[in-house]
């Protein structure tokens, strides 16, 4: 069994853990969301990676065997550094325009994602992999984070702001729709009032976890059939709020897991 850090900027990389849960849920989770500085999408690259990196060491620290960083602008601007430093596997997310781009019958794409990370150079890399015929619409979701940290992922003011957002995807006439935030799943009710449920939501956790998983295949025993492991939420902001949303937020059931909450102190 091994234990399993997951780090986001705040409640985003739940929808991660919660995906990590139903897939994988015999191991021990350490869940840390930096929320007093959330959010990181409107800061700057070299802050992102600086931060990324003292709070990925800080899970090495704690024992992880791996971690998934399960916010896509950490990806983009911190991964590569955090690879280099750290010697246990380190997993990514990042939006997943390239399944959106086999699955868009109209080959119209709107691609919702932080500011960061839609300027990165892995972002911008792995676009100019993908072939011209596919246009995509990018939007950078501001203002949405600090909306879904504050538990208004359903309101009136959330799904404002959103329509105002979707609406060049919309005008656009995209059929396919990246949420390319870990925060985003959280808006999928939202998103559907707004656009309908024809369109399709492409949300690469199922992926992620599946990478995860097969980095832990040989930590991973024969027979954990009904072994359920501890999960310890941290957070650098609240962490009985923290726990709250955790158990809002995500479908797994949190009531057959060892659950522990802390603050996080001082990063060494
Ligand atoms: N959840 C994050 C992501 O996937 C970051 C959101 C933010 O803090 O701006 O990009």
Known sequence: ????????????????????????????????????????GEKSSTWIAARSLALCQHLAQEGCDAIVVACNTATAEAIKDIRLQLEIPIIGVEPGIKPAAMQSQNGIVGVLATEATLHSDKFNALLATLPENCQFIKQAGAGLVPL??????????????????????QDAGADTLVLGCTHYPFLRKAIRKLLGDSITLIDTSEAVVRQLKHQLEDRTAQNSEGICGSILFISSKDEDTLLRMAQELMSSDLSVHTVLAKHLGELQ
Not at 6 to 27: C, N, R
Not at 156 to 168: D, F, G, N, S, V
């Open 1 to 40: 069994m091994a234990l399993i850090g997951v780090f986001d900027s705040g409640v985003g990389g739940l929808s991660i853990l919660d995906e990590a849960l139903h897939q994988l849920p015999e191991h021990d989770y350490i869940y840390l969301a930096d929320s007093a500085n959330a959010p990181y």
């Open 148 to 169: 879904i940290e504050a538990g208004k992922a359903d309101s009136e003011e959330t799904l404002e702001l959103l329509a105002k957002h979707l609406e060049p995807i």
